[in-house]
C-alpha cells in the first residue's frame, strides 16, 4: 500500500502551485528554452517558503511535461523554492473543475502572493 504523503491535520494544508505564470515568468511549453531564465515573482517565493516552514506540505502541479523536469527542478532549486515535490502534466489551459470526495478549496493567483483570507462566494455542488 501507497504511503499518502499528505498532512491531514487541519492545521496543515496541502498546496498544489501552478509554476508558470503564478509563481514566475509565464512560459508556454512551447518555449522550453526560456525555462532556465524566468522572471521569479519574489512575493510567491517569500510566501511558498513560509507555507513550508510552517509546516505545510508543497507541490507544483504544472502543465509542463516530465520532458521539463530538469531544467524546472533547476530553476526551483536556482531561486531557493522549498518544496516537497512537483506534479507535471496538469491539463492546459483553464476553467478547471475539481471533483474529489474530500474537502478542496481553489484560490485564483490574480498577480501578488499574499496570505490566504476568507471570503463569502458562489461555488457549484452536486444536486442531492
Do not use: C
Amino acid at each position: 500500500m501507497e504511503k499518502n504523503l499528505f498532512k491531514e491535520e487541519e492545521k496543515h494544508k496541502n498546496y498544489l502551485i501552478d509554476i508558470d505564470g503564478t509563481i514566475g515568468e509565464d512560459i508556454p511549453n512551447e518555449e522550453a528554452e526560456r525555462m532556465a531564465t524566468a522572471a521569479v515573482y519574489p512575493d510567491a517565493l517569500l510566501q511558498v517558503n513560509k507555507w513550508y516552514d510552517e509546516g505545510h506540505n508543497i507541490y507544483f502541479f504544472t502543465a509542463r511535461t516530465e520532458a521539463h523536469r530538469a531544467v524546472t527542478e533547476a530553476w526551483l532549486r536556482q531561486h531557493g523554492f522549498k518544496y516537497h515535490g512537483i506534479i507535471f502534466g496538469k491539463p492546459r489551459g483553464g476553467n478547471y473543475h475539481l471533483i474529489d470526495n474530500l474537502s478542496v478549496k481553489a484560490t485564483r493567483f490574480e498577480g501578488k502572493f499574499t496570505e490566504l483570507k476568507e471570503t463569502q462566494g458562489t461555488v457549484e455542488v452536486f444536486e442531492s
